[in-house]
């Protein structure tokens, strides 16, 4: 009997143990001034928005940590919100005014770039550097 506890308490422990949780630290360096805060998103594969972070800029850089996350595919976007407002500025035709930026450093032609391109896979803990387009 004594066995068949130890047996089955193996088997429930099993998926707990490799089940890890890791932490993503990101580094966005480049900004234009310390004004304002980063907005930054954090999205899953389906484009779902899993935590949404607005972060200090110190010394033109911006540090922003996010802890206890499962393994899988993630992407990013973000801002420079240099006037606190919330909303990503844009010009008479749509450019953005204020610095920018995706997972992967991805690039865009005339808009973001497709979703597919942000995507990246988290494994273990990771640290990303990232930098904006202003």
């Not at 630290?25 to 999205?43: A, D, P, V, Y």
């Not at 005014?97 to 273990?124: I, Q, R, V």
Request: proline fraction near 5%; hydrophobic fraction near 35%; glycine fraction near 10%.
């Amino acid at each position: 009997m004594h066995r068949l506890i130890v047996i089955f308490g193996g088997l429930i422990l099993m998926p707990i143990l490799g089940f890890s949780q890791y932490n993503l630290k990101i580094e966005i360096s480049g900004i234009k001034n310390n004004t304002g805060k980063i907005m930054l998103q954090l999205m899953g594969p389906d484009q779902k928005v899993l935590a949404q972070i607005m972060s200090e800029i110190k010394d033109k850089k911006c540090d922003i940590s996010i802890n206890n996350l499962n393994t899988g595919k993630y992407a990013i976007r973000y801002f420079h919100d240099e006037n606190l407002n919330g909303i990503m500025e844009t010009n008479i035709v749509g450019k953005p005014t204020e610095g920018y930026g995706f997972s992967n450093n991805a690039k865009g032609m005339f808009g973001p770039p497709p979703f597919e391109k942000w995507l990246f896979e988290l494994k273990n803990d990771t640290k990303i550097s990232l930098k904006p387009t202003y």
